[in-house]
């Protein structure tokens, strides 16, 4: 395996080491376990730092705002006469699948539903409730966590392709810190890059077995065990390392778009066939109040309400932690396909266009499943209750026409989700441990998906997924630090760049 880095051999020799330490009982290690560990540090660092995630995620959306309105918007990504490689249509489908796509699919009915009987202020199961639930759904996955990816997938995209520096982490850090960046600060900030996306991947892995076996489960009367999730992981495995060996422009490329085309698909279906006038109010409705509220609720505290204050807890700091931990991996997968385009047009098409796409799939699942109980009696969120979130979506599907081929196609749609999302992060970690490569060595890249569907199953079974989890939200506190000192690096480069060019982006004569 040429051209691997040090980064590689620390990373995974970290990643086999944590995998075993997660599959140790906890009657071996009643204190030490890593479920207990790394719980014990996650709540310290929400409970004392949950200020600095929202202030964090806020400056980052400060700072994507300012970049559409600055001079800078008009340098391109890449040189001069560098145009995109792929179709916004593409661009989109691929941002979309790498950035969130199983989540939606996972949330979409769930997470509205469940704001609605535990809202974060004010009575529960009423219309300000639901008004509530929705709101906060669009906020936890809107502009701020597409900031947060677009901040660090603009810094990679602006140095690999326009200064040519390594497609590494630590290469943007490069104008703040010298030389020394290539030592030990270097290896340390892309080793933290490579355990953030090796675990917040193989987490990931890990849920999606779990819904797509409840799915078969909830559709065809199945069993759902441990046995037929740990099937679904091997099978999975199997078709998301053929897409990653054969390469960006094909595997990756074609199931992006089969992604975005079966999720419009679906979400039409639900629209169109069920409550729409309902659906299209909501999302108004809740659009305007969102846009209206975001600079409140990016900002708020409870320091005067332990309740709430738990509620924040559990949803908005997991979620701004949650967020940080993937932008490594999101970041850098977005950078490589958005060589040629300009700053401007890159922070409005990663700020908006998922954005709306996202409130709009909520309102129509979220929508669906709250109008349901509200006024249809269904009792979704007690099915939720009793055999989890993975659930929700079939249990709203299932009121609908033709709801068991309709829950088939969005099994299918969870799939080529779970793909799409596990062979994309193969290929970053590939960039990640390779110094940067734009094609990295299906060795190497061979090694990595392994380990990811790996710790996934190993975890599954033995029960330690969600401590693998906190694992990579850990990691999300220093991502974090590294992202604001990226903010400071890409500015120094970009007011440095100012004296070369005029406002119009062109270089002077």
């Not at 995630?53 to 959306?61: D, E, G, I, K």
């Not at 502009?143 to 982490?169: E, M, S």
């Not at 199953?457 to 033995?462: D, F």
């Not at 100012?498 to 004569?509: C, F, H, M, W």
Request: aromatic residues 14%.
């Amino acid at each position: 395996m040429k051209k691997v880095t040090r980064v590689f051999y620390i990373s995974a020799i970290v990643a086999v080491l944590f995998i075993i330490w997660g599959i140790i009982p906890k009657d071996v290690l009643p204190n030490a376990n890593l479920d207990n560990i790394t719980n014990i540090i996650q709540s310290f660092l929400v409970d004392e730092f949950g200020w600095f995630y929202l202030l964090s995620a806020t400056s980052f959306v400060i700072f994507a705002i300012y970049l559409i309105f600055s001079k800078y918007g008009n340098i391109k990504l890449g040189r001069p006469g560098d145009k995109p490689e792929y179709s916004y249509l593409t661009w989109f489908a691929m941002l979309f699948s790498a950035g969130m796509g199983i989540g939606l699919v996972f949330w979409g009915a769930a997470e509205p539903l469940s704001h609605f009987h535990d809202p974060p202020f004010g009575a529960e199961e009423t219309n300000d409730a639901a008004k509530t639930a929705m709101q906060y759904s669009f906020f936890h996955w809107g502009v701020h966590p597409w900031a947060i990816y677009a901040t660090i997938a603009l810094a990679l995209a602006y140095f690999k392709f326009r200064k040519q520096a390594p497609g590494v982490v630590s290469a943007v850090l490069e104008p703040l810190f010298g030389d020394r960046i290539k030592g030990a600060l270097g290896t340390t900030i892309d080793f933290i890059v490579v355990f953030a996306t090796v675990f917040g991947v193989s987490t990931s892995l890990g849920l999606g077995a779990i819904q797509i076996s409840g799915g078969l489960s909830y559709v065809t009367g199945i069993e759902s065990t441990i046995t037929l999730q740990l099937i679904i992981i091997g099978i999975v495995t199997v078709l998301y390392m053929t897409s990653a060996m054969s390469g960006l422009n094909r595997g990756i490329k074609y199931l992006s778009n089969a992604n975005l085309v079966l999720a419009v698909l679906l979400m039409l279906f639900v629209l169109f066939l069920g409550p729409t006038n309902f659906i299209m109010n909501y999302f108004t409705t809740t659009l305007g109040s969102y846009i209206q509220n975001l600079p409140s609720m990016s900002l708020r505290m409870t320091p005067f309400n332990e309740e709430n204050s738990s509620w924040l807890n559990n949803w908005t700091f997991f979620y701004w932690a949650w967020w940080i931990a993937w932008a490594p991996f999101v970041g850098t997968f977005i950078a490589r396909v958005s060589r040629g385009r300009t700053i401007r047009e890159f922070v409005l098409g990663v700020l908006l266009v998922p954005t709306i796409f996202g409130a709009l799939w909520f309102s129509v699942f979220g929508g669906s499943s709250i109008y349901l109980e509200t006024f249809k009696g269904a009792n979704v969120m007690q099915t939720i209750n009793e055999l989890g979130e993975e659930t929700a979506l079939f249990a709203v599907l299932e009121h609908f026409p033709i709801g068991t081929v309709i829950s088939i196609i969005a099994i299918l749609l969870i799939c080529t989700f779970f793909i799409t999302s596990a062979d994309s992060a193969t290929f970053v970690l590939g960039m990640q441990t390779t110094g940067g490569s734009l094609d990295p060595a299906n060795s190497v890249k061979f090694i990595w998906g392994i380990i990811q569907s790996s710790a996934a199953a190993v975890l599954l079974w033995q029960g330690g997924l969600n401590a693998l989890q906190t694992a990579s939200i850990i990691a999300a506190f220093p991502f974090a630090i590294i992202m604001i000192l990226v903010i400071f690096s890409l500015v120094k480069s970009f007011r440095q760049e100012a004296k070369e060019l005029d406002l119009t982006g062109k270089r002077k004569s």
